[in-house]
């Protein structure tokens, strides 16, 4: 059975940073693409950046320049970087393959507040 499990997240004030961590078991990341996805209360679960194979990024336009997602094939351990958070970034931060996702993971809680 596979899992994800997301880790990392926390509270920051406005410009801080945090790095999220994904780990897998059950199936690997560096075949195919994969992407964190954040969940804001009242709101849809977007994508916000997906890192394929090959190792190119697509980023959401709300976080492009601040957020950096990388992959850690020997450890199938995915992570996003996020540097200058805002307010609007706050939300739960999803892991999960971008084609032929999985049962979603319980997430990690992201507050930007001051």
């Known amino acids: 059975q596979v899992q994800l499990v997301e880790s990392g997240g926390g509270l920051v004030q406005p410009g801080g940073s945090l790095r999220l961590s994904c780990a897998a078991s059950?199936?690997?990341?560096?075949?195919?693409?994969v992407g964190w996805y954040r969940q804001a209360p009242g709101k849809q679960r977007e994508l916000v950046a997906q890192?394929?194979?090959?190792?190119?990024?697509i980023y959401a336009d709300s976080v492009k320049g601040r957020f950096t997602i990388s992959r850690d094939n020997a450890e199938n351990t995915v992570y996003l970087q996020m540097n200058s958070l805002k307010s609007e970034d706050t939300a739960v931060y999803f892991c999960?393959?971008?084609?032929?996702?999985?049962?979603w993971g319980q997430g990690t809680q992201v507050t930007v507040s001051s």
């Open positions: 059950g199936r690997i990341f560096s075949n195919t693409a």
């Open positions: 999960n393959w971008v084609y032929g996702r999985v049962t």
């Open positions: 890192i394929f194979a090959g190792g190119t990024t």
